[in-house]
Structures are given as C-alpha cells and as structure tokens.
DNA sequence: GTACGTAGTACCCAAAAGGATACTGTAAAA
DNA sequence: TTTTACAGTATCCTTTTGGGTACTACGTAC
C-alpha cells in the first residue's frame, strides 16, 4: 500500500520504544530472535537450543513472529515433516537491537549461582561505570 | 559482595537478551525509561506523560524498576508530598538499549490512521531495506 | 467549609500468558 | 514389530498481569 512513511509512531499510546518492545514480547522471542539472527533451524533444532521451551510455547511463539512479519516458516512436503524458521529481511533489521540487548545482558545480568534467579550488577557497578563515560 | 563478573549469564535459561528483556517487561517501563532518561520527573509528571496510564499501574512499575535499581525514587517530607523518580547510573546504562528500541520503533512500527492498532512497515520494506546493506 | 493537588493503598475482578499432558500421522531405523 | 524422529494440535489448568473503583492524609486556595 506504500504509506507515507509519516512516523504515526508519535501518537502511539506510549512511544517507539514500547511499540518495539511489544513485537519482543513473549517470553521466548528473544531468545528465538536471537538464535535465529546466526542463521536458519529448523524446529526441533530450536527446541533444543531452548532446552526449557515446550513444544505448544514454541510454535506459539513462532506464529506471532511470523505473524508479525519478522520470520519466515518453510514446510518441506516430506516426510518426516521438515520446517524451517528463518529472519525475514525484515527482522534482520532488528539486529541492532538485539546486539544492545545482548550486550547489556553480558555485561549487567547475572544468575545467582544457586538458581535460576537474576540479578543485575548492582553492587556499585564498578568496572561498568567506566563505559558510563564512553 | 564483590562478584567476579563470571558471565554465569551463560546458563540462565534464555540468553542475554532475555535476561534484558526481563527487566524492560511490563506494560509501561519501555515508556517510563524514555521518559526519565530525559530527566528527573515527579510522580504525576510521569503521570501526565503517560495519559493511559492508571495510578496504581503506574506506581507498581516504578516500584519494580527501582527494586531492580534501575530507577531512584526520592520523597521530599513535604506537604503536599514532593516524590521525584530518576535514572540510577545504572539505569543511564540502558541508554544504548533504548536508544535502539526507539529508533527501530521510529523506523518500521506505524499506528494504523483508525485506531490503536500497530501495523509493521511489511509493504516490502521499501525504504528501510537500504539500512539493511549499511 | 468545600474543593483541589499530591502520592499513593486496598480490594476485587477480567483477561492474557504460560504450562502440563496427551494425542496425531508417516517413514525409517533397530 | 516396536521404537524413534519430526512437527505439530487439543484440552485443560494455573499464574501473572493489568484494570476499575474507592479510599487515605495533609495543607492550601477559594
């Protein structure tokens, strides 16, 4: 339909970092994103990358991706049945996005040892703050 | 407690987008974050910026962000009560992630003229696709 | 003396998200 | 002949999230 590019965005309930963030949403997509930014899988390949995932989960996940144009789903008429997931052009341009979340996530999150539990780097951020002035 | 900063991030459940993505999620914190990395703002200032946003919503937000010591809550024993939210230093941390989340928002999200709806720029990513090739 | 602005809480409810489990059909491998 | 791998569905249930409304206290302005 080539709309006018006209940035509506602005008068989004919210701002272009929400509207981002609710096609990020769901609690696998960005690992699903990420994975799949190094190249194409198929479905149980992904599943096992997501060793947590359930099947239902990560074909939910999948169709909304696909549903909102960021990655492409390929059936192979064989059998077994073959399926792979793949970036749409458009989703690759996410990657930049991706790498920042990343690259916060390296250098600010981490796992108790214990469990599962998250924790950010808040004793002071010490060798962080350095960056802070980069 | 001094943490060596071992990337034990490498065993949460997800990947580090993930681990970001946890404490961006929630219906207003992409917005607030925007909004506090402009400056400081007092509670219904926020409030104001944010015209959907209900009292309650918008208070269980800024306690959870400040429970993740991304945002600083600051009450001035006054009366009427004086109560101002900033960025922590490590919250100026995610400048870089938000600054992402926003541009590609502006780039590819559009409003559809009607209503609420979001609507990704998928007519073939005309334009955009030069970014691609950069 | 009533209303207003400030920064919230408390309580209840609806909707959405996520999870557990079981089931499908085909072909090749063991 | 039973099992395995593949890529899912279907059904049900629990948890989480978000929203609506009413209420609070205090001081000032009208």
Redesign the pocket.
Known sequence: MSLPRAKLVKNFPGCPVEATLTYL????KGVILFHLMEGTL???????KLP????????????ELEESGLVS?T??P????????AMTPLGMTLKPVIQALAAWGDDYVFCSPEGRELRLASDGLRAPVAALKA
């Open positions: 949403d769901g609690k696998w198929r479905f149980n390949e992904l599943r096992r947590a995932v359930t099947q239902r989960m990560l074909t939910k996940q999948l169709r789903r059936v192979y064989v059998v077994p049945p073959r399926v792979e997931y």
